[in-house]
């Protein structure tokens, strides 16, 4: 029987950096579960990448739903190899106005949703041979940046949990890794910047490539985490960022 290829979930994969990830896995021959909620960006983006792009909907921060969402691929498409934990939420707003609320709704997507995902599939692989992980966290995370403290929280969690998730999981198989993305052209990055010219410029002048990067950068990234050129990285926070974390 001829051996079907490996099999990825790329979370967020309806837009912006998760599509960019989900095109260069797809055209590596890999088939590549994107899961998002909005089911019409969904069906345009399998359109963009064919037939190796399966769109699934899913609300990602509706906990309860994940093990029978997780079981509901495996039993359509065979063992996972690959998971990137890439949807994630951001919001702007001073520190003083921001919600209990507001705060939780941030930490519920980019993180209580990336580890009880990670939790369901990370089953699965254990049972078939193991797979990688890759997280995704932001500049966030290295240095602090005013008015996005929900955030932040996120993704110093996220870079956290990848060292623990990989020291708990490499043994058997499971290597994990994050991507520390720089200041990437996405829907994301526009409401951040594009209002903002005083922190735009701050993000250029401390980008020593001098540009914002583009979501392929960030794809091909994750297509050499996701692969056996990486067989021996595993923990490791790798910042795709033109310089902008060491930039003066
Ligand atoms: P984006 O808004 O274009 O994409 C995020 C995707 O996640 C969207 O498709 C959205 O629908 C999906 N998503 C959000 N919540 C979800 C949920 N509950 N269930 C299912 N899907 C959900 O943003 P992007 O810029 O492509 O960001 C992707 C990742 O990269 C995020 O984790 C973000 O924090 C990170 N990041 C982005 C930048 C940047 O400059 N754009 C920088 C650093 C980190």
Redesign the pocket.
């Known amino acids: 029987m001829e051996q079907r290829s490996k099999l990825a979930i790329v979370?967020?994969?309806?837009?912006?950096?998760?599509?960019?990830i989900a095109a260069k896995f797809v055209q590596a021959n890999i088939r590549t579960v994107i899961?998002?909620?909005?089911e019409k960006?969904l069906r345009a983006a399998q359109q963009q990448l064919g037939t190796l792009c399966i769109p699934v909907s899913?609300?990602?921060?509706?906990l309860n739903n994940l093990p029978a969402l997780v079981q509901q691929i495996v039993t359509g498409h065979g063992p996972v190899n690959i998971l990137v934990?890439?949807?994630?939420?951001?919001m702007k707003k001073i520190f003083t106005e921001v919600t209990d609320e507001e705060f939780q709704r941030i930490l519920l997507?980019?993180v209580t949703?990336v580890f009880a995902l990670s939790r369901e599939v990370v089953k699965h692989m254990l049972g078939n041979g193991g797979g990688a992980i890759i997280n995704?966290?932001?500049?966030?995370a290295q240095y602090g940046i005013p008015k996005v403290i929900a955030?932040t929280a996120s993704?110093s969690a996220i870079e956290g949990m990848t060292q623990a998730m990989a020291v708990e999981l490499s043994p058997q198989g499971i290597r994990v890794n994050c991507i520390?993305?720089?200041?990437?052209?996405?829907?994301?990055?526009a409401k951040?910047l594009n209002n903002d010219p005083e922190r735009k410029q701050k993000v250029m002048m401390r980008t020593p490539m001098g540009v914002?990067?583009t979501?392929a950068d960030?794809g091909d990234a994750a297509l050499f985490l996701a692969g056996d050129a990486s067989r021996y990285i595993t923990g490791v926070v790798l910042p795709v960022d033109g310089g902008n974390s060491i930039g003066f």
Do not use: E, V
Not at 11 to 18: R, V
Not at 180 to 189: N, Q, V
């Open positions: 979370t967020g994969g309806g837009s912006g950096i998760g599509l960019a899961i998002g909620r909005d960006k899913a609300d990602l921060a509706q934990n890439n949807a994630g939420i951001n997507t980019n949703s995704i966290s932001s500049m966030a955030y993704k520390a993305p720089g200041f990437i052209a996405t829907d994301m990055s951040a914002l990067g979501p960030i």
